[in-house]
Each structure stands twice: as C-alpha cells, then as structure tokens.
C-alpha cells in the first residue's frame, strides 16, 4: 500500500513521523489502515525465551463481541490467562503499553 502512494502523500506521512506532527501522518495513515471495525483479526505471533523453538500464532479479535476495541492487555490475557501480568513482553523491540489497542498494533 506504501507503494502506491503519491510522493506528496508519501512526504506527508514519512515527513509527520520525522517532525512528530501526528495530525499530518494520521492523515495520511487513516487512507492506508482500514477502521478497526473491518479488522477481523490481529496475527499474534509469541515466542517465549524460556522455551527455545516455542512459537505459538494467535488470531486474535481486535474487537470484543460487544464491538469494544481490545487491547495488548486482553490479546496477552487471552493466550496467558492469569499468568499475562507476570510476562515481559515486546513488539519488534519495543514494550508497549498494555492500554494499547489491538488494531494500532495490526
């Protein structure tokens, strides 16, 4: 989808990143990223450095069924149980807060 931007659409997101102007990336994200609404699933894929080779997929609903948006916190719940508190956990090196929603992270 990236690619075909135009070079003006292209600066615009890549520029607002750049300057942290998130109204100009957002305006240009929002043409690339379908509402969470049209999501169905968010891949989630866990690898666990207590158990060499672990690699567990995981679709998980960005919405609940009361069209809420999840979060990081409910996706970890939902494959950890009671023990998701406990884990330590990043996305591409970085530790996301477990507030944020599902389909930001998709």
């Not at 379908?34 to 995981?58: A, Y």
């Not at 719940?77 to 599902?102: N, W």
């Given at each position: ?10 600066n ?11 109204g ?13 609404s ?40 939902d ?28």
């Amino acid at each position: 989808m990236v690619n075909n931007l135009s070079v003006s659409d292209s600066n615009d997101l890549f520029g607002g990143v750049q300057s942290h102007d998130f109204g100009r990336f957002w305006a240009i994200n929002d043409k690339l990223i379908p509402p969470s609404s049209e999501l169905r699933h968010v891949p989630v894929r866990i690898v666990r450095r207590d158990q060499p080779g672990f690699v567990q997929l995981e679709p998980i609903a960005p919405l609940s069924p009361d069209q809420q948006e999840r979060t990081l916190g409910d996706a970890l719940a939902d494959c950890f149980g009671a023990l998701a508190p406990l884990k330590r956990f990043t996305i591409e090196g970085v530790s996301p807060s477990v507030d944020t929603p599902l389909a930001w992270l998709g």
